[in-house]
């Protein structure tokens, strides 16, 4: 409607300058608006909902932590979303559209994460969101997601327990990490006795939850300790010394940010070394092995679901695009990672779908087929509960700051609400 | 207790008190900067975090240089590290005060606004020029690890350094408050500005030099702290409340109250984190703080300030 006034007016105002061309010049306007009716009405095909789509772009936001305490996680995410975005975009985009980026900074704060989304949301209309990090920031703006009905993409592993038709979760959920996890350890250092750490968030707090049900229950394991330290804290001693009474066979640990720095580098200078104790954390990825420091961490073990060091076609040229585009010192998590995948996600949903439409793109991802031939981690299904299909692997850290995957599981189908851990 | 030797628990017991000097040393060389700035000056320095930063950063630059333009020094640039955190971290105070703090000492409760505003604006720096990703500087080899006096006990070497260097500069604080010229015109000026300014001590100057003396202070501390933890442009948040507890339990303007109340801290969190989880320790703690500032709110040593 507004293109066919916009037209009209202009040719008006136009007309008295271009004197005797003017017919010719009015003959061009009409065969450039018929074009431009026609493809306008593929635009209403695949958009019937008013989002940010015309004839050759669609617009996404990104949304993630650019300052603040999280920006160290989240940078590595945000990098990966437009790397696959960057690369989407080459390849001839989706549905013949560019896609154009709007990036909003949820400051680390938890409020401004659901303001951002809102206003991407609502005056920007963007056809998809590919944010958050953390569980607090995921749960401020969901409500958002709810009620504006768009769509994001999360991308960090996470306690479970939630299932929004308005978010896909490309990360692995509590039991894709925590049980196939343990199981190993159990099964490969006949494991007997844990000894669970945590900062005291939802994240750690739940995730200890789980771990504890299948060690007692499930394995017939005992927990000699469960430990929680407030977020920042940088003082290990006692909590070392405990572990020393208690002698655990496995320290299983989740301990994030700054706190995770000061809890290995203590364990080191406490004299605590893999030698001696076996360690398994679900907080540790390539990101946080940059601050921690190899040296720190050296034959370790981390259970996630990607490792930059995994070997095959597909992650070697991921791991060449990426360091291409933001440098050769860059490493790549777990997180980042699955933040690649959502981009490329998103464009077999809407291509399946062919259209942009929130609730069209929901039902083709529900319908349980899509999957990425492509993902560096080697291959994801998404699964009908808004959840992927992954692969568990337990990686020894080397001095190098990279890991030696050990172990590799099935393919694990995702649980967000599993019975009896809850 | 099954399954424990007498010599086991001894350890554990040996390394348990250690666990309590090490967070005592660390409180304490993070308060003495701010002892000396709040203490002397009254001037609430929200930035002191940002101070211990600088150092840190100070510490990490120059083990990146050390270690691409000589590999061979690195057993020792950890010394000119601390030096030069110092000296960073104090100029940056002295430019701090000579711009911002010396046109507020009529409004103290303004410093603390302007101060966090400092800090605010120096975190933003740091992510600028460092990046948002936490560093950490390669530290020399005999820093690492652990001094093992019998078997069972390993005494962790960074905790020993930061407990020599704190002790270092206790004494050297000490020495400059108590028993030089400097420290002198500082404590009348503390005591009575006007007339210290009457018998001939230019106080602005006194003023300028402390303020820079506590941010060189907290870039010391910083440079240590590395050994410990990791660098991020928001580190100084996670120290500055600590800090804080420190100094006003102590009660402003007492070398040895902040001497005690770091002590005290300190044997109360290890302690009760040993028997009780970590979160409830810090409750605790913060719990007894509490009751006590309520009984004593002028801390543990009142000051003699004329006000």
């Known amino acids: ?422 | 207790m099954d399954g424990y030797t007498y010599s086991e628990l001894g350890s554990i017991l040996a390394m348990q008190g250690f666990a309590g000097f090490s967070l005592f040393s660390v409180l304490l060389l993070m308060a003495l900067g701010l002892a000396i700035i709040f203490g002397q000056m009254g001037v609430i320095n929200m930035a002191h975090g940002e101070f211990m930063a600088v150092g840190a950063y100070t510490t990490y630059m120059l083990s990146t240089l050390t270690e691409t333009y000589a590999p061979s020094l690195m057993p020792y640039y950890f010394f000119v590290a601390i030096v030069a955190a110092f000296l960073i971290a104090g100029l940056l105070g002295y430019i701090a005060e000579f711009v911002l703090i010396r046109h507020l000492y009529k409004r103290p409760l303004d410093t603390l606004l302007a101060t966090w505003g400092l800090s605010l604006i120096m975190q933003q720096s740091f992510r600028s020029i460092f990046g948002a990703r936490e560093v950490s500087p390669a530290l020399p080899d005999w820093l690492l690890g652990s001094y093992q006096p019998t078997d069972t006990i390993d005494i962790p070497l960074n905790g020993m350094f930061v407990l020599g260097l704190t002790t270092v500069v206790t004494l050297g604080v000490y020495y400059l408050m108590f028993r030089s010229r400097w420290g002198l015109r500082v404590r009348a000026t503390t005591q009575n500005r006007v007339m210290s300014g009457a018998v001939g001590i230019n106080t602005t100057k006194v003023d300028r030099y402390t303020f820079a003396l506590g941010c060189g202070i907290a870039g010391i501390a910083g440079a240590a702290f590395t050994t410990i933890a990791s660098t991020g442009p928001t580190t100084g948040t996670l120290y500055i409340v600590d800090t804080f507890m420190v100094v006003v339990f102590g009660g402003a303007a007492s070398l040895l109250g902040t001497i005690l109340s770091a002590f005290t801290i300190a044997q109360a969190q290890s302690i009760l984190e040993f028997f009780i989880s970590g979160s409830m320790a810090k409750v605790y703690t913060l719990l007894a703080l509490v009751l006590i500032l309520m009984f004593k709110p002028e801390g543990l040593f009142a000051s003699k300030i004329r006000r």
């Open chain 1, 1 to 422: 409607m507004t293109l066919t006034h916009k037209f009209t007016s202009r040719t008006h105002a136009s007309a008295p300058k271009r004197g005797f061309l003017s017919t010719l010049g009015m003959g061009a306007l009409i065969m450039a608006s018929a074009t431009l009716f026609s493809s306008a009405a593929i635009a209403d095909d695949v958009n019937t909902t008013g989002l940010a789509v015309t004839d050759d772009t669609v617009t996404v936001g990104i949304l993630h932590s650019l300052t603040g305490t999280m920006a160290i996680s989240e940078t590595g995410a945000q990098e990966a979303e437009k790397l696959a975005i960057a690369q989407i975009n080459e390849s001839g985009g989706i549905l013949g559209r560019q896609i154009k980026i709007i990036q909003e900074d949820g400051a680390s704060d938890w409020p401004t994460f659901a303001e951002k989304a809102r206003k991407l949301l609502v005056s920007d209309k963007v056809a998809a969101v590919f944010g958050c990090w953390t569980s607090a920031s995921r749960k401020a703006a969901l409500p958002v997601f709810e009620k504006e009905n768009g769509l994001l993409y999360y991308p960090t592993f996470y306690e479970g327990l939630e299932q929004s038709k308005n978010v896909i979760y490309t990360g692995q959920e509590a039991t894709q990490q925590i049980i196939d996890g343990l199981n190993w350890v159990a099964k490969e250092k006949g494991a007997k006795t844990f000894y669970l750490i945590g900062s005291d968030y939802i994240w750690p707090r739940t995730s200890m939850k789980i771990a504890r049900k299948h060690i007692e229950d499930v394995l017939g394991g005992t927990v000699v300790g469960e430990e929680y330290k407030p977020l920042g804290d940088t003082q290990f001693g006692s909590v070392i010394n405990k572990i020393r009474l208690k002698k655990p066979d496995v320290i299983y640990a989740a301990v994030v940010g700054g706190s995770n720095v000061a809890w290995f580098k203590q364990l080191k200078s406490a004299g605590i070394t893999a030698d001696k104790q076996t360690l398994l954390t679900i907080s540790v990825t390539e990101d946080e092995v940059l601050g921690i420091g190899g040296e720190n961490l050296e034959g370790f073990y981390s259970i996630m679901k990607y490792f930059q060091s995994q070997d095959n076609e597909n992650n070697k040229a991921f791991v060449a695009a990426f360091k291409e585009m933001w440098g050769d010192d860059s490493v790549i998590g777990d997180v980042t990672q699955a933040a690649y995948l959502g981009p490329w996600l998103w464009k077999a949903a809407v291509e399946k779908a062919g259209s942009f439409d929130v609730d069209k793109v929901v039902a083709a991802s529900e319908e349980g087929d899509i999957e990425l031939t492509t993902a560096p981690e080697g291959y994801v299904k998404l699964h009908p509960n808004h959840h992927l299909w992954s692969v568990a692997r337990v990686g020894q850290w080397n001095k190098d700051g990279q890991a030696t995957v050990v172990y590799e599981s099935e393919l694990i189908e995702p649980d967000p609400f599993p019975e009896g851990y809850q």
